[in-house]
């Protein structure tokens, strides 16, 4: 199959599902659960939200390890090895 055939099957792969996925949420709002799964994704969304006071706590302390690690030989749980790069890759 050439590449043309490939692209082809590719984009109507693609539309079928966009419009699997448009049925399915027009019959979804039709019969009123489509109400229903927005407030179950909304409250999932809630649960796992990570206040962002903690994700910069984890941020601070992966650097204060990522610096230990580059200090000393075992100076971090992170094992770090000092490179340097003076060129971005060509290839």
């Given amino acids: 199959m050439g590449k043309v055939a490939v ?6 792969a693609a ?4 419009a699997a996925a ?10 009123g ?7 179950i994704l909304k409250e999932f969304e809630e649960k796992c939200r990570t206040p ?7 941020a601070d302390a992966l650097a204060v390890e990522m610096h230990a ?3 000393s030989d075992g100076g971090s749980k992170l094992k770090m090895l000092i490179s340097y790069v003076d ?4 290839g």
């Fill in 7 to 12: 692209g082809a099957a590719v984009v109507c």
């Fill in 15 to 18: 539309a079928v599902c966009t």
């Fill in 22 to 31: 448009l049925v399915v949420r027009h019959r979804m709002k039709s019969s």
């Fill in 33 to 39: 659960k489509w109400s229903r799964a927005v407030a």
């Fill in 52 to 58: 962002s006071s903690k994700l910069k706590q984890v």
């Fill in 69 to 71: 690690g580059l200090a």
């Fill in 87 to 90: 060129n971005l890759p060509t």
